[in-house]
Every structure is written in C-alpha cells, then in structure tokens.
C-alpha cells in the first residue's frame, strides 16, 4: 500500500523538477496561509479524497493534488506561467513513480490561471489489493444426493 507521504513527496520531486526545466529560480513552499506570498514559488497542496473497500478484496483512493505557481512579476505572469505549465505537462506526462509502482494519470492535468496564480490539478485513482486474512482452508462439502 503507497504511503500518502511517500506520494506527496513523489508529487513535489517532480514539481522540482518541473521548475528547473522551465528555467525559473523557484523554492517549493510550505503550506503557511499566515506568511506573505514570496515570489517566485510553487506551493504543493493535498485536496480532499476518498477511501472506499471494493468487495472484499480491494481499496480504492482517491486523491487530487493542486500545484501552484507564483510568478516573480505579479503585474506580467503570463510568459512565466506558460513556461511552467509546459514543464509540468511535459514532467508528469509519463505519470509518477511511487514505492517502485508506477501510477497514471489518467485525465492529465488540468490548469487554471487566476489572478495571474497558475493552478494544475492532478487527481489520481489508486486501487490496491487488501491482503486476506489468515484463516483455516475450508473443508471440502461432499452432497450425495438422496441417501
């Protein structure tokens, strides 16, 4: 089972990596509200889910993460947010890697630009095995029929 730190920390290594390819100086942030924005900067955030079992051998989760990213020039970031949407498309276009299990992303990344602020959204499903308890074999049932 992946770790939902472990996949947040996969998100933002490639986060990472989406801002260097894009040429911007930019720190990934925590996520303080109370702080001034410093720009530039990307800040990672883990939206709402869902944790539901499937039948009695499986889980499903469901978890969206937002990218944001704060342009140095307030007043102009549109060349900038470009240049960082590109990168993003073309880093998690191969989908991300967590624990050695690969994970698509199955509707891509969805982008938004408001207030000069640039968003993706990335929702991912994952589905996984739960391990079946330990138990005796069942015997086996042998019907003999009119006796």
């Known amino acids: 089972m992946i770790s939902l730190q472990n996949l947040n920390r996969a998100v933002c290594d490639l986060y990472r990596q989406a801002l260097e390819r894009a040429g911007v100086d930019a720190p990934l942030l925590a996520e303080d509200v109370s702080a001034p924005i410093v720009r530039p900067s990307g ?31 307030r007043e102009r970031p549109k060349l900038e947010n470009l240049a960082v949407r ?15 299990l690969y994970l698509g992303i199955d509707e891509g990344l969805s982008f938004a630009v408001t207030d000069g602020v640039l968003a993706a959204t990335l929702d991912l499903t994952l589905t ?17 029929e009119g006796t």
């Open 86 to 100: 590109q990168a993003l498309g073309e880093t998690f276009l191969d989908g991300i890697t967590v624990e050695g």
């Open 128 to 144: 996984e095995p739960i391990p079946e308890a330990e138990a005796e074999p069942m015997e086996s049932l042998v019907y003999r």
């Open 43 to 73: 800040k990672v955030e883990l939206e709402d889910g869902a944790d539901a079992r499937l039948l009695s051998s499986g889980r499903e989760r469901t978890v969206t993460f937002r990218l944001y990213y704060f342009a140095a020039d």
